[in-house]
Structure formats: structure tokens, C-alpha cells
């Protein structure tokens, strides 16, 4: 059974002393996934941190673009594959390796592409462009699928997408304002009664 990703931090940028402090910080939090986007070598020597520490938590490695990426994640323990787009290539060495494989989408030919190749669970990316609206709207066609939303989530919106139907968000540039809040946990728990509440409708549907 494919692990919950109801919340997941991105951090992008903050190098790897910064990101080890942060991950445990969400962890601490009780958040899912957390995220490392894998854009130019301080990126990966922040994933490599991140993996060192991680202990068996859940972390992944974002803005996968190619196989060779996506190869080098996995080889650092990356149990999540995450991209900002649907590439079948990425997706395929994600599955073979018995990784979560999460694509970026925003067309209906996006999810097509992503369910043929066995993905389970998409990323509505940029989320901000399309609003929450844009999830009921593709569940009609694909409602097997689960969608977390991603790209301009923040505390004030998140819960917004998982009532629309999301079974999960991403905070990135928001991340922090998470943390900063004055009782994170309860935070997070709050999301994720949100999610699993979506999730079970999504089950039934």
C-alpha cells in the first residue's frame, strides 16, 4: 500500500546544513514527505543530507527532469520521485525501482500519460494557476487518481484543495510560515484529518 502524502515540505534553496534542520523540524511535525528539489549540485549535496539523517522517514527528490536524475535520486534513497511534469521515462525508472513515482500535471492528456504508466498519485503543479476547481473537474474522468496540489499552497489556502478533493498538499516557499506558526503539529494534524477525509471519499467514488 502506497504511503500517505498528505503534506509535504519542499525545500528548495536552503542548503544542506539548513535542509537537515528543517526536515527534522517537519518530521517533528509530523508531515509526510519531505521534499528536496534536485536542481544543480547544491541541491543534491542538500538531498544527500537529508538522506543521511532521515532514519527510515520518508523523503523524496523533486524536479526530476531526466532518467539519469531520477537513476542518482534512487541511488540516494529517495523512496519519492517527483517532477513538474509527466516525462513516461522518469516515471517508468521510478516504478522499476519500487518508488513512488509523482508527476506534475495540468492537462487532462498530463493524467492520461501519468495513469498509463502506473502512477497513482499526481501533482497539480502550478496548483495557483487553476485553483481547487480544477480537481473535481478531473476527477470526472480519472477518479482513481489521487491529486496533491502543489505551487502557491499556503496556510491559508491549503485546506481549500483538500476540500475540493485533494488527497494532499505541498508547501514550498510556505514552508517556513508553517514552521513559524505557533503550534505546527496541530497544524499538520489538521491537514491531514482534511486529507483522509478526502481520500476516503476518493475511495468511494
Not at 2 to 12: K, S
Amino acid at each position: 500500500m502506497q504511503a500517505p502524502l498528505r503534506t509535504t515540505a519542499i525545500l528548495r534553496g536552503f542548503g544542506p546544513e539548513r535542509s537537515r534542520d528543517h526536515a527534522e523540524e517537519c518530521w517533528a511535525a509530523g508531515m509526510d514527505l519531505v521534499e528536496v528539489p534536485v536542481q544543480g549540485e547544491p541541491g543534491w549535496a542538500s538531498l544527500q543530507a537529508v538522506a543521511e539523517m532521515a532514519g527510515g522517514r520518508l523523503f523524496g527528490a523533486g524536479t526530476v527532469l531526466t532518467v539519469e536524475d531520477a537513476r542518482r535520486a534512487l541511488d540516494l534513497g529517495a523512496s519519492v520521485i517527483i517532477a513538474p511534469n509527466t516525462d513516461a521515462a522518469v516515471i517508468d525508472v521510478a516504478v522499476a525501482a519500487g518508488a513512488i513515482p509523482m508527476p506534475g500535471v495540468l492537462t487532462p492528456t498530463d493524467v492520461g500519460t501519468a495513469v498509463r504508466h502506473g502512477v497513482r498519485t499526481v501533482k497539480l503543479f502550478p496548483a495557483s494557476v487553476v485553483g481547487p476547481g480544477w480537481i473535481p473537474a478531473l476527477r470526472g474522468p480519472f477518479p482513481g487518481v489521487g491529486v496533491v496540489a502543489v505551487g502557491g499552497v499556503n496556510l491559508g489556502n491549503a485546506a481549500e484543495y483538500l476540500r475540493a478533493g485533494a488527497v494532499g498538499v505541498g508547501f514550498g516557499g510556505s514552508v517556513t510560515d508553517l514552521l513559524r506558526s505557533a503550534d505546527p503539529a496541530a497544524v499538520v494534524e489538521e491537514l491531514h484529518e482534511l486529507a483522509d477525509l478526502s481520500a476516503s471519499r476518493h475511495r468511494a467514488s
